[in-house]
Protein backbone atom coordinates (compact mmCIF):
# COMPACT_ATOMS: atom_id res chain seq x y z
CA UNK A 1 0.00 0.00 0.00
CA UNK A 2 1.84 3.11 -1.21
CA UNK A 3 1.57 6.58 -0.09
CA UNK A 4 0.72 9.36 -2.91
CA UNK A 5 2.34 12.36 -3.34
CA UNK A 6 0.81 15.29 -2.35
CA UNK A 7 3.22 17.96 -2.13
CA UNK A 8 1.93 19.67 -5.29
CA UNK A 9 -1.55 19.95 -4.30
CA UNK A 10 -0.80 21.43 -0.92
CA UNK A 11 1.24 24.32 -2.38
CA UNK A 12 -1.78 24.75 -4.80
CA UNK A 13 -3.96 24.56 -1.67
CA UNK A 14 -2.04 27.46 0.18
CA UNK A 15 -1.64 29.37 -2.67
CA UNK A 16 -5.22 29.46 -2.34
CA UNK A 17 -5.56 30.16 1.32
CA UNK A 18 -3.90 33.39 0.68
CA UNK A 19 -5.75 34.45 -2.63
CA UNK A 20 -8.36 37.10 -1.53
CA UNK A 21 -10.54 36.23 -4.88
CA UNK A 22 -11.60 33.48 -2.67
CA UNK A 23 -11.51 34.04 0.87
CA UNK A 24 -12.42 37.08 2.44
CA UNK A 25 -9.43 37.12 4.40
CA UNK A 26 -6.49 35.46 4.27
CA UNK A 27 -6.68 31.64 5.93
CA UNK A 28 -4.03 30.52 8.14
CA UNK A 29 -5.45 26.98 8.25
CA UNK A 30 -8.54 25.12 6.05
CA UNK A 31 -10.19 22.17 7.09
CA UNK A 32 -11.29 19.37 4.42
CA UNK A 33 -14.03 17.31 5.88
CA UNK A 34 -14.36 13.55 4.44
CA UNK A 35 -18.41 14.54 4.28
CA UNK A 36 -20.49 15.72 1.33
CA UNK A 37 -23.43 18.36 1.87
CA UNK A 38 -25.37 15.79 3.20
CA UNK A 39 -22.84 14.36 5.66
CA UNK A 40 -22.63 10.91 3.92
CA UNK A 41 -20.82 8.33 5.12
CA UNK A 42 -19.72 7.23 1.84
CA UNK A 43 -19.43 9.56 -1.04
CA UNK A 44 -19.82 10.17 -4.72
CA UNK A 45 -16.28 10.44 -6.70
CA UNK A 46 -17.03 14.22 -7.17
CA UNK A 47 -16.81 15.15 -3.42
CA UNK A 48 -13.88 12.62 -2.44
CA UNK A 49 -12.13 15.75 -1.47
CA UNK A 50 -9.82 14.37 1.14
CA UNK A 51 -8.88 11.89 -0.31
CA UNK A 52 -7.80 13.40 -2.98
CA UNK A 53 -5.86 15.98 -1.15
CA UNK A 54 -4.14 13.71 1.20
CA UNK A 55 -4.16 10.43 -0.82
CA UNK A 56 -5.50 8.85 2.41
CA UNK A 57 -8.71 6.52 1.01
CA UNK A 58 -10.29 5.24 4.36
CA UNK A 59 -14.28 6.33 4.69
CA UNK A 60 -13.44 8.42 7.78
CA UNK A 61 -10.89 11.07 8.44
CA UNK A 62 -10.64 15.03 8.31
CA UNK A 63 -7.36 16.75 7.46
CA UNK A 64 -6.52 20.58 7.96
CA UNK A 65 -3.27 22.01 6.14
CA UNK A 66 -1.87 25.02 7.46
CA UNK A 67 0.39 27.60 5.84
CA UNK A 68 3.31 24.92 6.87
CA UNK A 69 1.97 21.75 8.45
CA UNK A 70 -0.58 19.23 7.31
CA UNK A 71 -2.61 17.00 9.72
CA UNK A 72 -4.81 14.37 9.33
CA UNK A 73 -7.26 12.49 12.30
CA UNK A 74 -8.80 8.78 11.98
CA UNK A 75 -10.05 6.54 14.24
CA UNK A 76 -9.20 3.10 15.13
CA UNK A 77 -10.06 1.14 12.27
CA UNK A 78 -7.98 3.47 9.72
CA UNK A 79 -4.37 3.54 11.75
CA UNK A 80 -2.67 1.21 9.68
CA UNK A 81 -3.60 2.02 6.53
CA UNK A 82 -3.10 6.00 6.92
CA UNK A 83 0.22 5.50 8.06
CA UNK A 84 0.79 3.56 4.71
CA UNK A 85 -1.34 5.86 2.33
CA UNK A 86 -0.10 9.27 3.84
CA UNK A 87 3.27 10.51 2.45
CA UNK A 88 5.87 12.51 4.50
CA UNK A 89 3.92 16.07 4.59
CA UNK A 90 1.50 14.66 6.47
CA UNK A 91 1.21 14.21 10.31
CA UNK A 92 -1.13 11.11 11.17
CA UNK A 93 -3.76 12.05 14.56
CA UNK A 94 -4.82 9.14 15.93
CA UNK A 95 -8.43 10.01 16.87
CA UNK A 96 -9.48 8.46 20.57
CA UNK A 97 -6.20 8.39 21.74
CA UNK A 98 -5.67 10.00 25.06
CA UNK A 99 -2.51 11.77 23.57
CA UNK A 100 -3.91 12.90 20.39
CA UNK A 101 -4.97 16.39 20.42
CA UNK A 102 -8.75 17.16 18.97
CA UNK A 103 -9.03 18.97 15.89
CA UNK A 104 -9.93 22.42 17.69
CA UNK A 105 -6.59 21.99 20.19
CA UNK A 106 -4.71 21.35 17.78
CA UNK A 107 -5.21 24.58 15.68
CA UNK A 108 -5.17 26.35 19.10
CA UNK A 109 -1.60 24.71 20.02
CA UNK A 110 -0.02 25.64 16.26
CA UNK A 111 -1.65 29.13 15.06
CA UNK A 112 -1.04 32.50 16.26
CA UNK A 113 -4.10 34.35 18.03
CA UNK A 114 -6.03 36.51 15.37
CA UNK A 115 -5.68 33.55 12.80
CA UNK A 116 -8.46 32.66 10.95
CA UNK A 117 -9.73 28.97 9.69
CA UNK A 118 -11.90 28.41 6.49
CA UNK A 119 -14.19 25.39 5.69
CA UNK A 120 -16.59 24.95 3.43
CA UNK A 121 -19.86 25.53 5.43
CA UNK A 122 -22.24 22.45 3.87
CA UNK A 123 -19.24 20.15 5.16
CA UNK A 124 -19.16 20.47 8.47
CA UNK A 125 -22.44 19.60 11.06
CA UNK A 126 -24.14 22.63 12.68
CA UNK A 127 -23.49 20.82 16.04
CA UNK A 128 -19.67 20.94 15.15
CA UNK A 129 -19.45 24.14 13.55
CA UNK A 130 -20.90 25.08 16.98
CA UNK A 131 -18.35 23.82 19.02
CA UNK A 132 -15.38 24.04 17.10
CA UNK A 133 -16.66 27.92 16.17
CA UNK A 134 -17.19 29.27 19.86
CA UNK A 135 -13.70 26.97 21.34
CA UNK A 136 -11.77 29.19 18.41
CA UNK A 137 -13.23 32.33 19.40
CA UNK A 138 -12.09 31.95 23.05
CA UNK A 139 -8.99 31.20 21.82
CA UNK A 140 -8.50 34.32 19.51
CA UNK A 141 -9.08 32.58 16.62
CA UNK A 142 -12.18 33.17 14.20
CA UNK A 143 -13.79 29.92 11.95
CA UNK A 144 -15.14 31.80 8.42
CA UNK A 145 -17.47 29.87 5.51
CA UNK A 146 -15.44 29.50 2.62
CA UNK A 147 -18.00 29.89 0.04
CA UNK A 148 -15.78 28.40 -3.11
CA UNK A 149 -14.53 25.12 -1.75
CA UNK A 150 -10.83 25.43 -1.98
CA UNK A 151 -10.25 22.21 -3.07
CA UNK A 152 -12.64 22.04 -5.51
CA UNK A 153 -10.27 24.88 -7.36
CA UNK A 154 -7.32 22.60 -7.26
CA UNK A 155 -9.29 19.08 -8.21
CA UNK A 156 -10.47 21.18 -11.26
CA UNK A 157 -7.27 21.14 -12.91
CA UNK A 158 -7.36 17.46 -12.45
CA UNK A 159 -9.77 14.50 -13.53
CA UNK A 160 -12.58 15.23 -11.13
CA UNK A 161 -15.70 12.94 -11.56
CA UNK A 162 -18.91 14.88 -13.17
CA UNK A 163 -22.03 15.58 -10.54
CA UNK A 164 -23.91 12.12 -10.44
CA UNK A 165 -27.44 11.53 -12.39
CA UNK A 166 -28.30 8.61 -11.82
CA UNK A 167 -31.95 7.57 -13.03
CA UNK A 168 -34.20 7.00 -10.13
CA UNK A 169 -35.92 3.56 -8.96
CA UNK A 170 -39.44 3.36 -7.46
CA UNK A 171 -39.69 0.99 -4.85
CA UNK A 172 -43.34 -0.63 -4.14
CA UNK A 173 -45.03 -1.19 -0.71
CA UNK A 174 -44.04 -4.65 -1.52
CA UNK A 175 -40.69 -3.67 -0.32
CA UNK A 176 -41.23 -0.73 1.60
CA UNK A 177 -44.81 -1.73 3.73
CA UNK A 178 -45.78 1.33 3.73
CA UNK A 179 -46.77 4.05 1.43
CA UNK A 180 -45.16 7.46 1.46
CA UNK A 181 -48.52 9.11 2.59
CA UNK A 182 -48.56 6.77 5.51
CA UNK A 183 -44.79 7.81 6.32
CA UNK A 184 -45.99 11.59 6.18
CA UNK A 185 -49.28 10.87 8.72
CA UNK A 186 -46.39 9.57 10.97
CA UNK A 187 -44.05 12.57 10.42
CA UNK A 188 -46.77 15.48 10.51
CA UNK A 189 -47.77 13.80 14.59
CA UNK A 190 -44.10 14.36 15.38
CA UNK A 191 -44.13 17.67 14.18
CA UNK A 192 -47.42 18.67 15.50
CA UNK A 193 -46.09 17.45 18.78
CA UNK A 194 -43.21 19.26 18.54
CA UNK A 195 -45.12 22.64 17.54
CA UNK A 196 -42.76 22.77 14.46
CA UNK A 197 -44.64 24.05 11.05
CA UNK A 198 -41.81 22.40 8.62
CA UNK A 199 -39.25 19.07 8.67
CA UNK A 200 -36.21 19.92 6.52
CA UNK A 201 -34.46 16.40 5.57
CA UNK A 202 -30.82 16.84 4.02
CA UNK A 203 -29.60 12.92 5.33
CA UNK A 204 -30.07 10.93 1.85
CA UNK A 205 -30.38 7.92 3.41
CA UNK A 206 -33.86 9.62 4.90
CA UNK A 207 -34.83 11.13 1.79
CA UNK A 208 -35.04 8.11 -0.10
CA UNK A 209 -36.85 6.26 2.55
CA UNK A 210 -39.72 8.64 3.01
CA UNK A 211 -40.40 9.08 -0.68
CA UNK A 212 -39.51 5.17 -1.37
CA UNK A 213 -37.22 5.60 -3.97
CA UNK A 214 -33.58 4.59 -4.61
CA UNK A 215 -30.71 5.88 -6.43
CA UNK A 216 -27.53 5.02 -7.68
CA UNK A 217 -25.64 8.38 -7.03
CA UNK A 218 -23.18 7.24 -4.63
CA UNK A 219 -21.19 3.78 -5.25
CA UNK A 220 -22.61 1.29 -2.72
CA UNK A 221 -25.54 2.79 -1.45
CA UNK A 222 -28.75 3.07 -3.29
CA UNK A 223 -29.64 6.35 -2.88
CA UNK A 224 -29.35 10.09 -5.02
CA UNK A 225 -29.10 13.62 -4.53
CA UNK A 226 -31.83 15.37 -2.96
CA UNK A 227 -33.47 17.55 -0.04
CA UNK A 228 -37.15 17.33 1.19
CA UNK A 229 -38.92 19.49 3.35
CA UNK A 230 -42.17 18.34 4.93
CA UNK A 231 -45.00 20.83 5.91
CA UNK A 232 -48.58 20.63 7.51
CA UNK A 233 -49.52 20.51 3.81
CA UNK A 234 -46.91 19.84 0.82
CA UNK A 235 -44.27 17.92 0.28
CA UNK A 236 -41.13 19.77 -1.28
CA UNK A 237 -38.34 17.51 -3.31
CA UNK A 238 -35.63 19.31 -4.47
CA UNK A 239 -33.53 17.06 -7.19
CA UNK A 240 -32.40 17.60 -10.62
CA UNK A 241 -35.73 17.58 -12.35
CA UNK A 242 -33.82 16.08 -15.76
CA UNK A 243 -34.13 12.53 -13.95
CA UNK A 244 -37.86 13.24 -12.57
CA UNK A 245 -39.62 11.22 -15.33
CA UNK A 246 -43.47 10.63 -15.52
CA UNK A 247 -43.49 7.64 -13.91
CA UNK A 248 -41.16 9.21 -11.04
CA UNK A 249 -43.69 12.05 -11.10
CA UNK A 250 -46.77 9.90 -10.70
CA UNK A 251 -45.29 7.84 -8.34
CA UNK A 252 -44.25 10.59 -5.93
CA UNK A 253 -47.97 12.57 -6.85
CA UNK A 254 -50.33 9.45 -5.96
CA UNK A 255 -48.40 7.64 -3.17
CA UNK A 256 -47.70 10.94 -1.26
CA UNK A 257 -51.42 11.68 -1.16
CA UNK A 258 -50.67 15.76 -0.66
CA UNK A 259 -49.48 18.46 -2.49
CA UNK A 260 -46.48 17.93 -4.32
CA UNK A 261 -43.79 20.64 -5.42
CA UNK A 262 -40.55 19.38 -7.42
CA UNK A 263 -38.08 21.69 -7.37
CA UNK A 264 -34.22 22.19 -8.67
CA UNK A 265 -32.06 20.80 -6.13
CA UNK A 266 -29.73 24.25 -5.72
CA UNK A 267 -33.15 25.99 -4.16
CA UNK A 268 -32.93 24.53 -1.35
CA UNK A 269 -31.69 27.02 0.47
CA UNK A 270 -33.95 29.98 -0.86
CA UNK A 271 -37.47 27.20 -0.05
CA UNK A 272 -36.03 27.01 3.51
CA UNK A 273 -35.66 30.99 3.67
CA UNK A 274 -39.33 31.60 2.61
CA UNK A 275 -41.14 28.87 4.32
CA UNK A 276 -39.19 30.44 7.60
CA UNK A 277 -40.21 33.44 6.21
CA UNK A 278 -43.75 32.15 6.28
CA UNK A 279 -43.58 30.15 8.73
CA UNK A 280 -45.52 30.44 12.79
CA UNK A 281 -44.04 27.84 14.39
CA UNK A 282 -40.69 26.18 14.81
CA UNK A 283 -38.10 24.38 11.86
CA UNK A 284 -37.18 21.42 12.88
CA UNK A 285 -33.94 20.67 11.43
CA UNK A 286 -31.05 18.05 12.72
CA UNK A 287 -28.07 19.06 14.12
CA UNK A 288 -26.23 17.01 12.18
CA UNK A 289 -27.10 18.43 8.94
CA UNK A 290 -24.89 21.17 7.35
CA UNK A 291 -23.79 24.53 8.70
CA UNK A 292 -25.06 26.22 5.64
CA UNK A 293 -28.22 24.39 5.47
CA UNK A 294 -29.21 25.18 9.05
CA UNK A 295 -28.17 28.50 8.68
CA UNK A 296 -30.60 29.56 6.55
CA UNK A 297 -33.36 29.32 8.92
CA UNK A 298 -33.29 32.20 11.57
CA UNK A 299 -32.00 31.17 14.75
CA UNK A 300 -35.27 31.21 17.21
CA UNK A 301 -36.70 29.36 14.82
CA UNK A 302 -34.76 26.47 14.71
CA UNK A 303 -35.69 23.15 16.44
CA UNK A 304 -32.72 21.28 16.32
CA UNK A 305 -33.51 17.62 17.16
CA UNK A 306 -32.57 14.43 15.61
CA UNK A 307 -34.95 13.94 12.49
CA UNK A 308 -37.80 11.92 13.64
CA UNK A 309 -37.17 9.74 10.19
CA UNK A 310 -33.77 8.43 11.55
CA UNK A 311 -35.83 6.49 14.16
CA UNK A 312 -38.35 5.55 11.93
CA UNK A 313 -36.43 4.38 9.45
CA UNK A 314 -34.27 2.01 11.76
CA UNK A 315 -37.82 0.42 13.21
CA UNK A 316 -38.33 -2.14 10.77
CA UNK A 317 -42.01 -3.27 9.64
CA UNK A 318 -43.35 -6.97 8.75
CA UNK A 319 -42.44 -6.30 5.57
CA UNK A 320 -39.32 -4.99 5.44
CA UNK A 321 -38.02 -7.48 8.38
CA UNK A 322 -39.42 -10.45 6.27
CA UNK A 323 -37.73 -9.07 2.83
CA UNK A 324 -34.45 -8.63 4.88
CA UNK A 325 -34.20 -12.11 6.35
CA UNK A 326 -34.80 -13.76 2.63
CA UNK A 327 -32.08 -11.19 1.18
CA UNK A 328 -29.67 -13.03 3.56
CA UNK A 329 -30.97 -16.58 2.79
CA UNK A 330 -30.20 -15.67 -0.46
CA UNK A 331 -26.43 -14.42 0.05
CA UNK A 332 -25.70 -16.79 2.47
CA UNK A 333 -26.64 -19.60 -0.22
CA UNK A 334 -23.36 -17.34 -2.60
CA UNK A 335 -21.08 -17.36 0.28
CA UNK A 336 -21.61 -20.76 0.36
CA UNK A 337 -21.00 -20.97 -2.83
CA UNK A 338 -17.95 -19.19 -2.55
CA UNK A 339 -16.50 -20.93 0.01
CA UNK A 340 -17.26 -24.02 -1.53
CA UNK A 341 -15.16 -22.94 -4.70
CA UNK A 342 -12.17 -21.15 -2.33
CA UNK A 343 -11.79 -24.51 -0.89
CA UNK A 344 -11.12 -26.35 -4.05
CA UNK A 345 -9.44 -23.97 -6.17
CA UNK A 346 -6.62 -22.86 -4.00
CA UNK A 347 -5.65 -25.93 -4.58
CA UNK A 348 -5.29 -25.83 -7.57
CA UNK A 349 -4.89 -22.31 -9.01
CA UNK A 350 -3.32 -19.61 -7.28
CA UNK A 351 -6.04 -16.91 -6.48
CA UNK A 352 -5.35 -13.56 -5.04
CA UNK A 353 -7.43 -10.85 -3.13
CA UNK A 354 -8.93 -8.92 -6.13
CA UNK A 355 -9.51 -12.51 -7.75
CA UNK A 356 -11.62 -13.73 -4.67
CA UNK A 357 -13.44 -10.73 -4.45
CA UNK A 358 -14.85 -10.76 -7.64
CA UNK A 359 -15.92 -14.26 -7.64
CA UNK A 360 -18.01 -14.07 -4.88
CA UNK A 361 -19.60 -10.78 -6.41
CA UNK A 362 -20.34 -13.20 -9.17
CA UNK A 363 -22.24 -15.81 -7.45
CA UNK A 364 -24.21 -12.48 -5.97
CA UNK A 365 -25.22 -11.57 -8.84
CA UNK A 366 -27.01 -14.84 -10.32
CA UNK A 367 -29.69 -14.05 -6.34
CA UNK A 368 -32.49 -13.10 -7.27
CA UNK A 369 -33.43 -9.05 -7.24
CA UNK A 370 -29.49 -8.56 -6.28
CA UNK A 371 -28.76 -5.05 -7.02
CA UNK A 372 -25.07 -4.11 -6.40
CA UNK A 373 -22.09 -4.47 -3.26
CA UNK A 374 -23.41 -2.78 -0.29
CA UNK A 375 -19.27 -1.91 0.03
CA UNK A 376 -15.90 -2.63 -1.12
CA UNK A 377 -15.12 -6.13 -0.20
CA UNK A 378 -12.89 -6.33 2.56
CA UNK A 379 -10.95 -9.12 1.04
CA UNK A 380 -7.57 -9.54 3.38
CA UNK A 381 -5.14 -12.38 3.14
CA UNK A 382 -2.54 -12.93 6.28
CA UNK A 383 -0.97 -9.26 7.23
CA UNK A 384 -3.72 -7.69 4.91
CA UNK A 385 -6.76 -9.10 7.25
CA UNK A 386 -5.08 -6.37 10.24
CA UNK A 387 -5.85 -3.12 8.09
CA UNK A 388 -9.60 -3.16 9.61
CA UNK A 389 -11.00 -1.40 6.36
CA UNK A 390 -8.55 -3.19 3.99
CA UNK A 391 -9.53 -3.25 0.23
CA UNK A 392 -7.45 -4.59 -2.31
CA UNK A 393 -5.88 -2.81 -4.76
CA UNK A 394 -3.60 -3.60 -7.88
CA UNK A 395 -0.38 -2.34 -5.30
CA UNK A 396 -1.49 -4.53 -2.33
CA UNK A 397 -3.08 -7.56 -4.03
CA UNK A 398 -1.88 -10.69 -2.08
CA UNK A 399 -2.35 -14.11 -2.83
CA UNK A 400 -4.46 -16.09 -0.42
CA UNK A 401 -2.78 -19.17 0.99
CA UNK A 402 -3.12 -22.40 2.59
CA UNK A 403 -0.72 -21.11 5.47
CA UNK A 404 -2.53 -17.70 6.58
CA UNK A 405 -5.78 -16.53 7.85
CA UNK A 406 -7.90 -14.77 4.99
CA UNK A 407 -11.00 -12.21 6.29
CA UNK A 408 -13.74 -11.38 4.12
CA UNK A 409 -15.83 -8.99 5.00
CA UNK A 410 -18.96 -8.64 2.35
CA UNK A 411 -22.48 -7.48 1.56
CA UNK A 412 -24.47 -6.80 -0.85
CA UNK A 413 -27.65 -4.99 -2.09
CA UNK A 414 -30.83 -6.51 -2.40
CA UNK A 415 -34.22 -5.25 -3.73
CA UNK A 416 -35.83 -6.26 -0.43
CA UNK A 417 -32.58 -5.89 1.68
CA UNK A 418 -29.09 -4.86 2.93
CA UNK A 419 -26.73 -7.77 3.92
CA UNK A 420 -23.15 -7.12 5.86
CA UNK A 421 -21.58 -10.54 6.94
CA UNK A 422 -17.78 -10.91 7.69
CA UNK A 423 -15.81 -14.67 7.74
CA UNK A 424 -12.50 -15.50 8.54
CA UNK A 425 -11.44 -18.72 7.33
CA UNK A 426 -8.35 -21.01 6.80
CA UNK A 427 -7.57 -23.20 4.36
CA UNK A 428 -4.67 -24.65 6.21
CA UNK A 429 -3.67 -25.79 9.27
CA UNK A 430 -4.12 -22.91 11.87
CA UNK A 431 -1.78 -22.06 14.66
CA UNK A 432 -2.85 -22.64 18.09
CA UNK A 433 -2.48 -18.83 18.72
CA UNK A 434 -4.76 -18.09 15.75
CA UNK A 435 -7.12 -20.85 17.56
CA UNK A 436 -7.56 -19.32 20.47
CA UNK A 437 -7.99 -15.52 19.43
CA UNK A 438 -10.56 -16.78 17.25
CA UNK A 439 -12.35 -18.90 19.77
CA UNK A 440 -12.19 -15.85 21.92
CA UNK A 441 -13.85 -13.65 19.28
CA UNK A 442 -16.37 -16.57 18.73
CA UNK A 443 -17.11 -16.23 22.28
CA UNK A 444 -18.00 -12.78 22.14
CA UNK A 445 -19.75 -12.89 19.53
CA UNK A 446 -22.22 -15.75 20.73
CA UNK A 447 -22.01 -13.83 24.19
CA UNK A 448 -23.53 -10.65 22.78
CA UNK A 449 -26.26 -12.51 20.81
CA UNK A 450 -27.88 -14.35 23.57
CA UNK A 451 -27.84 -11.29 25.71
CA UNK A 452 -31.10 -10.77 27.25
CA UNK A 453 -31.73 -6.84 28.30
CA UNK A 454 -34.27 -4.38 29.24
CA UNK A 455 -35.67 -1.91 27.14
CA UNK A 456 -34.56 1.35 26.63
CA UNK A 457 -30.90 -0.13 26.89
CA UNK A 458 -28.39 1.79 24.75
CA UNK A 459 -26.02 -0.49 22.86
CA UNK A 460 -22.61 0.96 24.25
CA UNK A 461 -24.06 -0.96 27.65
CA UNK A 462 -23.86 -4.82 25.83
CA UNK A 463 -20.19 -3.76 24.04
CA UNK A 464 -18.21 -5.47 26.67
CA UNK A 465 -19.95 -8.73 26.57
CA UNK A 466 -18.08 -8.90 22.93
CA UNK A 467 -14.99 -7.77 24.53
CA UNK A 468 -14.86 -9.70 27.53
CA UNK A 469 -13.19 -12.96 26.51
CA UNK A 470 -10.30 -10.84 24.45
CA UNK A 471 -9.99 -8.47 27.88
CA UNK A 472 -9.61 -11.74 29.91
CA UNK A 473 -6.17 -12.70 28.26
CA UNK A 474 -5.41 -8.87 27.56
CA UNK A 475 -6.40 -8.80 24.25
CA UNK A 476 -9.33 -6.26 22.26
CA UNK A 477 -10.20 -4.44 19.27
CA UNK A 478 -10.13 -1.01 17.91
CA UNK A 479 -13.50 -0.30 16.69
CA UNK A 480 -17.64 -0.53 17.66
CA UNK A 481 -18.97 -3.54 18.07
CA UNK A 482 -22.36 -3.46 15.97
CA UNK A 483 -23.96 -0.86 13.50
CA UNK A 484 -27.41 -0.52 11.98
CA UNK A 485 -28.05 -1.74 8.47
CA UNK A 486 -30.51 -0.49 6.34
CA UNK A 487 -33.42 -1.93 4.05
CA UNK A 488 -31.94 -1.79 0.74
CA UNK A 489 -30.37 1.45 2.51
CA UNK A 490 -27.01 2.21 3.44
CA UNK A 491 -25.23 -0.54 5.00
CA UNK A 492 -24.11 1.61 8.08
CA UNK A 493 -27.35 3.03 9.61
CA UNK A 494 -28.47 5.14 12.93
CA UNK A 495 -29.53 5.80 15.46
CA UNK A 496 -28.43 3.26 17.00
CA UNK A 497 -25.19 1.22 17.61
CA UNK A 498 -23.23 -1.11 19.75
CA UNK A 499 -19.68 0.77 20.65
CA UNK A 500 -17.37 1.24 23.80
CA UNK A 501 -18.52 4.61 24.39
CA UNK A 502 -22.14 6.28 24.50
CA UNK A 503 -23.01 8.22 21.56
CA UNK A 504 -24.85 11.92 22.16
CA UNK A 505 -27.75 10.62 19.77
CA UNK A 506 -27.35 7.39 20.64
CA UNK A 507 -30.91 5.58 20.61
CA UNK A 508 -32.00 2.59 22.85
CA UNK A 509 -32.40 -0.75 20.90
CA UNK A 510 -35.33 -1.39 19.88
CA UNK A 511 -37.78 -3.94 18.80
CA UNK A 512 -37.19 -4.37 14.68
CA UNK A 513 -33.89 -2.59 14.68
CA UNK A 514 -31.11 -3.98 13.07
CA UNK A 515 -27.64 -4.06 13.97
CA UNK A 516 -24.55 -6.15 13.39
CA UNK A 517 -22.57 -8.11 15.95
CA UNK A 518 -19.19 -7.97 14.97
CA UNK A 519 -16.40 -8.38 17.87
CA UNK A 520 -12.56 -8.89 16.06
CA UNK A 521 -9.02 -9.09 16.92
CA UNK A 522 -6.19 -7.79 14.64
CA UNK A 523 -2.25 -8.35 15.01
CA UNK A 524 -0.84 -5.78 12.48
CA UNK A 525 1.80 -7.61 10.41
CA UNK A 526 0.28 -10.71 11.00
CA UNK A 527 -3.34 -12.14 10.67
CA UNK A 528 -6.95 -10.36 11.24
CA UNK A 529 -10.27 -11.67 12.46
CA UNK A 530 -13.75 -10.68 12.87
CA UNK A 531 -16.72 -12.64 13.13
CA UNK A 532 -20.00 -10.43 11.74
CA UNK A 533 -23.52 -11.65 11.92
CA UNK A 534 -26.49 -9.32 11.05
CA UNK A 535 -29.04 -9.72 14.15
CA UNK A 536 -32.54 -8.42 14.48
CA UNK A 537 -33.45 -7.00 17.95
CA UNK A 538 -36.69 -8.98 18.74
CA UNK A 539 -38.61 -9.82 22.22
CA UNK A 540 -37.36 -11.97 25.06
CA UNK A 541 -39.26 -14.50 26.58
CA UNK A 542 -38.16 -14.30 30.29
CA UNK A 543 -39.50 -15.92 33.58
CA UNK A 544 -39.95 -12.36 34.85
CA UNK A 545 -41.01 -9.10 33.78
CA UNK A 546 -39.61 -6.64 36.11
CA UNK A 547 -41.52 -3.58 36.19
CA UNK A 548 -43.24 -3.97 33.59
CA UNK A 549 -40.13 -3.20 31.35
CA UNK A 550 -40.23 -6.02 28.56
CA UNK A 551 -37.00 -7.77 27.52
CA UNK A 552 -35.11 -7.96 24.52
CA UNK A 553 -32.53 -10.05 22.97
CA UNK A 554 -30.86 -10.54 19.39
CA UNK A 555 -32.05 -13.36 16.65
CA UNK A 556 -29.19 -14.12 14.03
CA UNK A 557 -30.32 -13.58 10.36
CA UNK A 558 -26.85 -14.36 8.63
CA UNK A 559 -26.82 -17.50 7.93
CA UNK A 560 -23.32 -18.65 6.79
CA UNK A 561 -21.48 -21.56 8.58
CA UNK A 562 -18.64 -20.34 11.33
CA UNK A 563 -15.27 -22.13 10.09
CA UNK A 564 -15.02 -25.40 12.97
CA UNK A 565 -11.35 -25.74 12.01
CA UNK A 566 -10.42 -22.65 13.70
CA UNK A 567 -11.67 -23.59 17.21
CA UNK A 568 -10.23 -24.30 19.91
CA UNK A 569 -12.87 -26.29 21.77
CA UNK A 570 -11.62 -26.46 25.02
CA UNK A 571 -12.08 -22.38 25.33
CA UNK A 572 -16.15 -23.19 24.93
CA UNK A 573 -18.70 -24.16 27.14
CA UNK A 574 -21.61 -26.42 26.63
CA UNK A 575 -23.39 -23.42 26.02
CA UNK A 576 -21.48 -22.03 23.51
CA UNK A 577 -21.09 -25.22 21.75
CA UNK A 578 -24.54 -25.68 21.80
CA UNK A 579 -25.44 -22.05 20.63
CA UNK A 580 -23.29 -23.27 17.19
CA UNK A 581 -24.68 -26.60 17.03
CA UNK A 582 -28.09 -24.54 16.89
CA UNK A 583 -27.43 -22.04 14.53
CA UNK A 584 -25.55 -24.02 12.31
CA UNK A 585 -28.33 -26.07 11.88
CA UNK A 586 -30.71 -23.14 11.06
CA UNK A 587 -27.94 -22.57 8.05
CA UNK A 588 -28.44 -25.65 6.80
CA UNK A 589 -32.44 -25.92 6.70
CA UNK A 590 -33.09 -22.90 5.31
CA UNK A 591 -29.93 -22.07 3.17
CA UNK A 592 -29.50 -25.39 2.01
CA UNK A 593 -32.86 -25.97 1.22
CA UNK A 594 -32.59 -23.03 -1.40
CA UNK A 595 -29.23 -24.27 -2.74
CA UNK A 596 -31.10 -27.55 -3.13
CA UNK A 597 -33.78 -25.72 -5.02
CA UNK A 598 -31.16 -23.76 -6.97
CA UNK A 599 -29.57 -27.23 -8.24
CA UNK A 600 -25.92 -25.72 -6.30
CA UNK A 601 -25.07 -29.39 -4.86
CA UNK A 602 -21.40 -28.42 -4.96
CA UNK A 603 -22.07 -25.40 -2.33
CA UNK A 604 -24.77 -27.66 -0.44
CA UNK A 605 -21.67 -30.23 0.27
CA UNK A 606 -19.77 -28.04 1.57
CA UNK A 607 -22.59 -25.68 3.94
CA UNK A 608 -23.35 -29.75 4.85
CA UNK A 609 -19.51 -30.65 6.01
CA UNK A 610 -19.02 -26.71 7.37
CA UNK A 611 -22.23 -27.27 9.75
CA UNK A 612 -21.47 -30.81 11.66
CA UNK A 613 -22.19 -30.94 15.11
CA UNK A 614 -19.90 -30.51 17.51
CA UNK A 615 -19.79 -32.28 20.70
Given at each position: M????T???LT?L????SN ?7 L????V?TA???Q??Y???R???R?F???FT ?12 A ?5 G ?7 K??D?N???M ?6 T???E??LI ?8 V????FL??H ?7 Q ?7 T??A?Q ?15 V?LS?LM ?10 IG?K?E ?5 MK????T??V??A????A????M ?6 F ?6 Y????A??L?V?TSL ?8 D???L ?9 P?E????RI??I?N?AHGQ??I ?5 Y????A??T??QY?K???I??M????N?T??NGIR???I??A???CE??A ?7 I ?16 K??D??I ?9 SG??G????Y???E????E????E ?12 G??DV ?12 EK?CF??VL??HI??CK????NGT?G?VL ?8 W ?7 H????GVGA??N??E??H???C ?7 P??V ?5 DE ?8 FG???E??VI??SAE?K?N??L????T ?11 K ?14 L??Y ?5 EK????LL?Q??LNA?K????ET?VI?
Amino acid sequence: MNSTKTGHLLTALRALMSNTKYVSHPLQAYIVPTADAHQSEYLANRDKRRPFISGFTGSFGNAIITTDKAALWTDGRYFLQASKQLDDNWTLMKQGLTETLSMEDWLIKVLPKESYVGVDPFLLTHEFWTRCSQKLKDAGLTLVAVQDNLVDLVWASYDRADVPLSPLMILSPKYTGKTIGKKLESIRAEMKAANCTALVISALDEVAWLLNMRGFDIDFNPVFFAYAIVTADRLHVFTSLARITSEIHDHLELESETELKLEPYENVLHRIESICNDAHGQIWISPLSSYAVVNAITTKKQYLKPSPIALMKALKNFTELNGIRNAHIRDAAALCEFYAWLESEIKINPITEIKAADVLEDFRKQQDDFISLSFPTISGSGENGAIIHYCPTEATNREITQTELYLCDSGAQYRDGTTDVTRTVHLGNPTEHEKECFTRVLKGHISLCKAIFPNGTNGHVLDMLARKSLWDVGLDYRHGTGHGVGAFLNVHEGPHGIGCKPRKYDAPLMVGMTVTDEPGYYEDGAFGIRIENVVIVKSAETKYNFGLTGFLTFEPITLVPIQQKLLSPKLLTEDEIAWLNDYHQVCREKVGALLLQQGKLNAMKWLQKETEVIG
